[in-house]
């Protein structure tokens, strides 16, 4: 199930909170419930990558994205992913979860998020993101207009950069 209660007061605390910059790091917090949980008592992989949905939410909002998708009738959509885990998150864990945009192409918008427990990072996720509207990709120079956010480009690290050109070669439809 959606952790739709989550949703919620993670968008009413980043409405309440401090805008910030657009490359500014969001940091969510939350704490492991037993309903995030899989049968060997940790963080169940999916609802990882659900709470990191929340965590771009939280920056869309204190970005001033979300404002402007609301305003043209756009939405944001994920194209592509690559997740590292290393640590377990278990039950009543705080967890940090750390968002940030790192970099973006004419059409895409690269977004990377860890989460952190005890301050130890136990998983990443580097994503390819989009906005759409009208069944197309709205290209990136267009959401930065609307957002009026000006001469911001953010060169993405060497290994963001590898993982882009990486995907320029994934065969697609894939196999098997």
């Not at 992989?45 to 709470?51: E, H, K, Q, S, V």
Request: charged share 25%.
């Amino acid at each position: 199930m959606y952790p739709v209660i989550r949703l919620l007061t993670t968008s009413v605390q980043a409405m309440l909170s401090k805008p910030m910059d657009i490359g500014a790091v969001c940091d969510t917090k939350f704490r492991c419930m037993p309903w995030d949980i899989d049968m060997f008592l940790e963080m169940n992989n999916g609802r990882i990558l659900t709470l990191y949905d929340l965590g771009r939410f939280d920056l869309s909002i204190r970005i001033g994205l979300t404002k402007v998708l609301r305003k043209q009738r756009w939405g944001l959509v994920v194209a592509g992913g690559s997740v590292r885990y290393r640590r377990r998150v278990k039950m009543f864990d705080k967890v940090s979860m750390r968002t940030q945009v790192a970099g973006f192409d004419d059409r895409w918008i690269y977004v990377a998020q860890s989460m952190w427990v005890s301050g130890q990072p136990s998983s990443s996720v580097l994503l390819r993101t989009g906005i759409t509207g009208k069944g197309k990709t709205i290209p990136t120079d267009e959401v930065l207009e609307a957002m009026n956010v000006k001469s911001w480009k953010p060169e993405p690290s060497s290994w963001v950069k590898s993982w882009i050109s990486s995907e320029e070669h994934r065969p697609w439809p894939p196999s098997p």
